[in-house]
């Protein structure tokens, strides 16, 4: 009986231990919630946009796809805004080293952006969706739900075209 129980809780643990591994970025999948700073020092939180579609966008500005793709995301905001039941969120890879604060507002600035940046200084969001190229974009549809990703460089077009999918 003591070998069943031991091997029962071995067979759970090691169960969920990989559960959150393989759920991360699993179409269909309930997405997790994450909260980071945005430039402005404010808390944000993927679950302040429930109801809406959500598209999350993981980037560094040292990462040359990522900065080709970045005028694209920026016009797909300005259209986005109109609409107001789909938000753009630009998740900086912010470490510290490659990518500080100064450097992602002075980027943000040159290239006179207006999309809304947050900053994942911990790699708290990074890690909850597995992020491990970028960029890497994800769509959540109004519940939450992961319906879109691509891993590398895409364009306004092929999101937009994801978005009109999921609605």
């Known amino acids: 009986m003591k070998k069943l129980m031991i091997g029962l809780f071995a067979a759970f643990v ?34 302040d946009y429930k109801g809406k579609i959500l598209i999350i966008n993981f980037w560094a500005t040292w990462c040359p796809p ?13 259209e986005l805004k109109k609409t107001n039941n789909v938000v753009l969120l630009a998740v900086n890879m912010t470490d510290g080293k490659r990518d500080t604060k100064s450097k992602v507002e002075s ?49 306004k077009e092929a999101v937009l075209k994801a978005i009109k999918e999921i609605k």
Do not use: H
């Not at 559960?19 to 808390?43: R, T, Y």
């Not at 990522?66 to 300005?78: I, N, S």
């Open 14 to 47: 090691i169960i969920f231990s990989f559960a959150p591994v393989s759920f991360a970025l699993e179409l269909g999948a309930q997405a997790g919630d994450f909260e980071v700073e945005d430039l402005k020092g404010n808390i944000v939180k993927t679950s």
């Open 107 to 155: 980027f943000i600035k040159d290239n006179n952006y207006g999309m809304k940046v947050l900053l994942d200084s911990e790699g708290k969001a990074a890690k909850l969706y597995e992020i491990k190229w970028l960029p890497t974009t994800v769509i959540l549809d109004s519940k939450g739900i992961i319906r879109w990703q691509v891993f590398g460089e895409t364009t």
């Open 66 to 78: 990522c900065k080709k793709e970045m005028p694209d995301f920026d016009l797909l905001d300005k």
